[in-house]
């Protein structure tokens, strides 16, 4: 069979053949790592064409462990009056909640949480089916790291001031 394009191969490509050709299996633990990197991504928002296929894996990773310690995994998916995004969002205010009060717990404790979840990234993951614990950790980092961005901000826009009034 012929092809038309060139195919090039990078020199560099024999280095890492040795350990190629024995190439560890994916485990639930690589593909959360893989799945944090997606979500925390601030770069143009989350890529949900690999997204999904990652938390599937994930999931049935986590089944199989599950079958072989006669343990379940729950699940939950917005198909049952919204749980996911509700779950996610209860997570993302804690973090939020959580990364705020430690320098500001006035501030934690006279927003609502509606207030709260106002300066958190939003549950987007709509149609997709989350092994509850992950969507839950997704929630609480997304919101501590929000938390933490407002803290910068705020301490940023009270430096920028008090630099205007001197």
């Known amino acids: 069979m012929s092809n038309n ?4 191969i ?8 040795g350990t190629m ?23 143009g928002g989350v890529n949900f064409d690999v997204l999904r296929p990652l938390v599937k894996a994930y999931s049935e990773l ?25 779950l996610y969002r209860e997570f993302a205010i804690k973090g939020w909640r959580q990364a705020v009060g430690a320098k500001h717990p006035e501030a934690t404790k006279s927003r609502s949480d509606e207030e709260v979840y106002e300066g958190c990234s ?5 149609k997709m089916t989350w092994p509850t614990q992950l969507i839950a950790e997704v929630g609480y980092v997304l919101g501590y790291r929000d938390g933490r961005n407002a803290i910068a ?13 001197v």
């Not at 394009?5 to 090039?8: L, N």
């Not at 939003?122 to 709509?126: A, I, K, L």
């Open 153 to 165: 901000m705020s301490e940023y826009f009270a430096a920028h001031r008090e630099d205007s009034h």
């Open 21 to 43: 050709l024995t190439p560890d299996a994916p485990t639930p633990e690589s593909l959360k790592e893989a799945i944090f990197g997606l979500v925390l991504n601030d770069d």
């Open 10 to 17: 990078d020199p560099g490509l024999r280095l890492m053949a």
């Open 5 to 8: 394009k060139k195919i090039k």
């Open 122 to 126: 939003w549950y987007e993951y709509g």
């Open 62 to 86: 986590l089944i199989a462990e599950a079958e072989e310690s006669d343990t379940e995994v729950d699940f939950v998916s917005d198909a049952d009056d919204y749980a996911a995004e509700k």
